[in-house]
């Protein structure tokens, strides 16, 4: 078992940043791809980014591309997201995933963290 814990989120002004942490315990953290989803009130869960087990290959939703980075230290067992010039539409409750399973479905979930973006 992995076990996740986010923190980080908060009340932003559009165009300000954050960076959102993800603590894994539990299973060698180094061996797992993670990602960053996200859900706003009354839609769907979202894919935001994800990076892999080195590190060294990330890919982004579209719209965030350029904005968000995520990162990962496997020495403390921590993944990252920095959100850079947050818009409104960023607002949502933000998870990270760990662990790919056979057909795609990440198996481990934090409990996620609020990011609100003030207009």
């Known amino acids: 078992q992995v076990q996740l814990v986010e923190s980080g989120g908060g009340l932003v002004q559009a165009g300000g940043s954050l960076r959102l942490s993800c603590a894994a315990s539990?299973?060698?953290?180094?061996?797992?791809?993670m990602g960053w989803f996200r859900q706003a009130p009354g839609k769907e869960r979202e894919f935001v980014a994800r990076?892999?087990?080195?590190?060294?290959?990330?890919y982004y939703l579209d719209s965030v591309k350029g904005r968000f980075t995520i990162s990962r230290d496997n020495a403390k067992n921590t993944v990252y997201l920095q959100m850079n010039s947050l818009k409104p539409e960023d607002t949502a409750v933000y998870y990270c995933?760990?662990?790919?399973?056979?057909?795609?479905?990440?198996?481990?979930w934090g409990q996620g963290t609020q990011v609100t973006v003030s207009s």
């Open positions: 990076i892999s087990s080195s590190g060294g290959s990330t």
């Open positions: 539990g299973r060698t953290f180094s061996n797992y791809g």
């Open positions: 995933a760990a662990g790919v399973n056979l057909i795609g479905n990440y198996m481990y």
